[in-house]
């Protein structure tokens, strides 16, 4: 079963627009992070915000945590067509003592020139 | 360049054969995982080691098996490969410890007949 699940499933915006993926979870967490996937490679980590953090920047991207809704979001500003890709959420269980990570189904993201 | 190396990138079988996936990674890292990637349903993990020596089983682990060779190296099995294991194959590693990412490979995409 999945942890998180991000929305919307899809998103078609233009270049220079901001994009914003939503991902929510069920269980506490001791980390969220967010991956890239570019059509037909693998995923690329971008950014990981721990369960005591609220908001993380890096570059054009800002993530934040709310864990008392268990949800996060992912915003891209000013983006570019080579954003076009899909994103992925990502938790590791606070009850967990593993360090596996548990994805989302993703947002697939397109940006318009 | 440093990073994961996942061998081969295709592989067509036929219902019954057997195959193994080969991983390495030139980080150091302990963590080595396996997953899959099947249409809209994001990652699931199949099996991961949290150091040279263990391994442990994911969601899905059932018609695969795995080998930690050695540090660098992690291998994922099909002894009898079925329709349902037609996916795409990543793996991925990382430091030991919670709070750090993962590096991911290329993929493997597997086509069972």
């Known amino acids: 079963s999945q942890q998180g699940e991000e929305d919307p499933q899809a998103l078609s915006i233009q270049e220079g627009e901001n994009a914003t993926m939503n991902c929510s979870y069920k269980t506490s967490i001791n980390n969220l992070q967010w991956y890239r996937q570019n059509s037909g490679r693998g995923l690329v980590h971008l950014i990981l915000?721990?369960?005591?953090?609220r908001e993380k920047h890096s570059g054009r991207l800002r993530v934040t945590l709310d864990t008392s809704k268990k949800s996060s979001s992912l915003l891209i500003t000013a983006s570019r067509a080579a954003d076009t890709a899909s994103y992925f959420c990502?938790?590791?269980?606070?009850?967990?003592?593993?360090?596996?990570?548990?994805f989302g189904s993703g947002t697939r993201l397109l940006v318009r020139p | 360049n440093a990073g994961v190396t996942q061998t081969p990138k295709f592989q067509v079988l036929k219902t019954g054969q057997s195959m193994t996936l080969q991983c390495a990674q030139d980080m150091n890292h302990n963590s080595m995982y396996w997953y899959r990637q099947d249409p809209g349903m994001g990652l699931r993990l199949i099996y991961y080691?949290?150091?040279?020596?263990?391994?442990d089983k994911g969601e899905v682990p059932n018609g695969y098996n795995v080998s930690r060779l050695n540090k660098r190296e992690f291998s994922l099995r099909l002894e009898s490969a079925a329709p349902s294991q037609t996916s795409v194959y990543f793996c991925?590693?990382?430091?030991?410890?919670?709070?750090?990412?993962?590096?991911f490979g290329s993929g493997t995409r597997l086509t069972v007949v």
């Open positions: 991925a590693s990382s430091e030991t410890g919670r709070n750090y990412g993962y590096t």
């Open positions: 915000i721990r369960s005591n953090e």
């Open positions: 990502a938790t590791v269980p606070g009850m967990d003592s593993s360090y596996k990570l548990i």
């Open positions: 080691s949290a150091s040279e020596g263990t391994t």
